[in-house]
Nanobody
């Protein structure tokens, strides 16, 4: 089992950058494939990016490709999401998730979730 805690959210202006972190408890973080999702008010939770257990394979949703970068540091039990060129449409609560399935992009393919961190982008 793994527990996840996101941090790094906040208020940003359009065009700015933020880096989100997701700290994982336990010694099994490196066994999990990880993903980032977000949910805006009144909308469904949206897949953003995923990374495999070793960090050698990543995949992005079209909505963030080229702007967001997912990475991980297994020695620090931490997942990251570097977000550049933010725009107001990026305003949402951001969640990290852990799962065993390689290539997962669906919510029900992930087993563990954090509580999320809020990102608000002003124009």
């Amino acid at each position: 089992q793994v527990q996840l805690v996101e941090s790094g959210g906040g208020l940003a202006q359009a065009g700015a950058s933020l880096r989100l972190s997701c700290a994982a408890s336990g010694r099994t973080f490196s066994m999990y494939n990880m993903g980032w999702f977000r949910q805006a008010p009144g909308k469904e939770r949206e897949f953003l990016a995923r990374i495999n257990w070793s960090g050698t394979s990543t995949y992005y949703a079209d909505s963030v490709k080229g702007r967001f970068t997912i990475s991980r540091d297994n020695a620090k039990n931490t997942l990251y999401l570097q977000m550049n060129s933010l725009n107001p449409e990026d305003t949402a609560r951001y969640y990290c998730a852990a799962g065993r399935k390689y290539g997962a992009t669906l919510i029900n393919e992930y087993d563990y979730w954090g509580q999320g961190t809020q990102v608000t982008v002003s124009s």
